[in-house]
């Protein structure tokens, strides 16, 4: 089991088959997602294929993540709290000056992301929107939307199956309002 400890986030590589599970240790925790094909980092996931080709905003079990090339990238094999986000991008340090009005430094998740994935030389502008898995946006029948605290609770968790070779970016989210207000780790595990 691997921790990313509150306001962090992990970089790693996943083959083809392995399955990794993204687990909410203490309940109403975000994290932030990101992929890249590890044999070719210009093909990542891409939000707009997956909702398009998947016929839904609500992606969870038995939905796939596919890649800006129309390729799968990964099919959600078990999800355990059912709600998800792929509406928003990471929150970023100017989230946190124009949303939350903070002019101090604040950890994000697009900061945990590209500075994790340094080491396999991707860089900050290259960061996709993520996959948030644990996520609770809502949204009214005129498109406004409105993030909730999650819904996950304790020991809730989401298995992945890679369908490529992967390199993966994970957080466990800095934005207060998609956390309920506080913030815990996240954990995960890589299984063959």
Same mark, same amino acid.
């Given at each position: 089991?691997?921790?990313?400890?509150?306001?962090?986030?992990?970089?790693?590589?996943?083959?083809?088959?392995?399955?990794?599970?993204?687990?909410?240790?203490?309940?109403?925790?975000?994290?932030?997602?990101?992929?890249?094909?590890?044999?070719?980092?210009?093909?990542?996931?891409?939000?707009?294929?997956?909702?398009?080709? #998947? #016929?839904?905003?609500?992606?969870?079990?038995?939905?796939?993540?596919?890649?800006?090339?129309?390729?799968?990238?990964?099919?959600?094999?078990?999800?355990?709290?059912?709600?998800?986000?792929?509406?928003?991008?990471?929150?970023?340090? #100017?989230?946190?000056?124009?949303?939350?009005?903070? #002019?101090?430094?604040? %950890?994000?998740?697009?900061?945990?992301?590209?500075?994790?994935?340094?080491?396999?030389?991707?860089? %900050?502008?290259?960061?996709?929107?993520?996959?948030?898995?644990?996520?609770?946006?809502?949204?009214?029948?005129?498109?406004?939307?409105?993030?909730?605290?999650?819904?996950?609770?304790?020991?809730?968790?989401?298995?992945?199956?890679?369908?490529?070779?992967?390199?993966?970016?994970?957080?466990?989210?800095?934005?207060?309002?998609?956390?309920?207000?506080?913030?815990?780790?996240?954990?995960?595990?890589?299984?063959?």
């Amino acid at each position: 089991m691997e921790i990313i400890e509150k306001q962090s986030g992990a970089a790693f590589k996943l083959k083809k088959g392995q399955l990794l599970k993204v687990i909410d240790p203490k309940g109403e925790q975000v994290s932030d997602m990101v992929l890249f094909n590890a044999d070719d980092k210009r093909e990542k996931i891409s939000s707009g294929k997956t909702i398009d080709f #998947e #016929e839904s905003i609500l992606i969870t079990k038995a939905n796939y993540l596919w890649s800006n090339r129309s390729n799968k990238m990964m099919e959600i094999l078990e999800d355990t709290n059912g709600r998800n986000d792929f509406l928003l991008a990471p929150c970023s340090p #100017e989230t946190f000056k124009i949303m939350y009005s903070n #002019e101090e430094y604040h %950890p994000s998740c697009f900061e945990n992301l590209y500075t994790n994935l340094e080491k396999f030389g991707i860089e %900050p502008d290259e960061i996709p929107t993520a996959f948030n898995i644990f996520m609770n946006v809502q949204f009214d029948e005129f498109g406004k939307i409105s993030v909730d605290p999650p819904l996950s609770k304790a020991g809730d968790y989401v298995t992945f199956e890679a369908k490529m070779d992967l390199i993966v970016g994970l957080t466990a989210c800095s934005a207060e309002d998609s956390n309920g207000g506080s913030f815990k780790p996240i954990h995960y595990e890589i299984l063959d």
